[in-house]
């Protein structure tokens, strides 16, 4: 399986800003998705012409209804996004999401045929306190949806996101070996076929290593992806 390079835009990106996404789509590069704002969903699922997947950075767990600014997973895919991210540390933070709204998320994601990319991950108190695969071990519990089928997994420590800030390869192979356990003893065989991204100041610089190490199959990139030039720069150095 070719590494997966997934950007995160954030609250991040304008109509002018389309053209990174056409640049990324006609750049030739395999296995790169975009998670645009929801305002500029559907003119990069235009201008990438399924070169590059385009998805959603969040969607709420019902189809429709009285829910006032949200966007539900069936309204994604209706514009021709193919994914969904959902339990974003940042959603969990400043939306006080928990697992079961996660879950909720991810099983509203699959319904609507979407491919869901569930994030997980401790905080800097956490990993001091030794509490790193107790609390992924919790989050998976709390989240995982009951079928393995569309499901995506990105490892992404809340105290690495946006700082500069990096696991050791050692222990970004640990956590994600962690996380593999987890995912098989729920799902069976099954479980083996779960991709696991590392998310949290990936950029060209870093990228290869941690691409390289064991059971990383891909990346989920928020800073570093706004640019064509630099998601770019990380998709070519996948091994
Ligand atoms: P970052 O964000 O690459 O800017 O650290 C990653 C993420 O939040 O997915």
Redesign the pocket.
């Known amino acids: 399986m070719p590494a997966l390079i997934v950007g ?1 835009w ?1 609250m991040n990106g304008l109509g002018e800003d389309i053209a990174e996404i056409a640049a990324m789509a006609g750049s030739g590069a395999r296995s790169v998705w975009i998670a645009p704002p929801f305002t500029l969903v559907d003119r990069a699922v235009i201008v990438s012409a399924g070169a590059v997947k385009i998805g959603g950075q969040d969607c709420h767990a019902k189809d429709k209804g009285a829910h006032t600014g949200c966007v539900s997973a069936a309204m994604l895919a209706d514009l021709g996004a193919t994914f969904v991210i959902v339990g ?3 959603r969990r933070r400043d939306n006080g999401e928990g697992d079961a709204d996660v879950r909720a998320k991810v099983t509203a994601g699959r319904s609507a045929g979407l491919e869901v990319i569930l994030c997980i991950g401790e905080t800097r108190e956490q990993r001091d306190a030794g509490d790193t695969n107790a609390v992924l071990t919790a989050q998976l519990a709390g989240s995982l949806p009951d079928e393995a089928e569309g499901l995506i997994i ?1 490892y ?1 420590p809340v105290w ?4 500069g800030l990096v696991p050791t390869l050692d222990d970004v192979a640990a956590a994600h070996a962690h996380i593999r356990g987890r995912l098989v003893a729920r799902y069976g065989a099954a479980g083996h076929g779960i991709r696991i991204l590392y ?4 950029t060209p610089a870093n990228a290869a290593d941690l691409l390289g190490v064991a059971d990383v199959g891909g990346v ?5 992806s706004l640019t064509a030039q630099s998601l770019l720069a990380i998709a070519a150095a996948a091994p």
């Open positions: 995160n954030k974003h540390s940042e990105a992404e690495a996101i946006g700082t998310g949290g100041s990936v989920l990139v928020g800073g570093a």
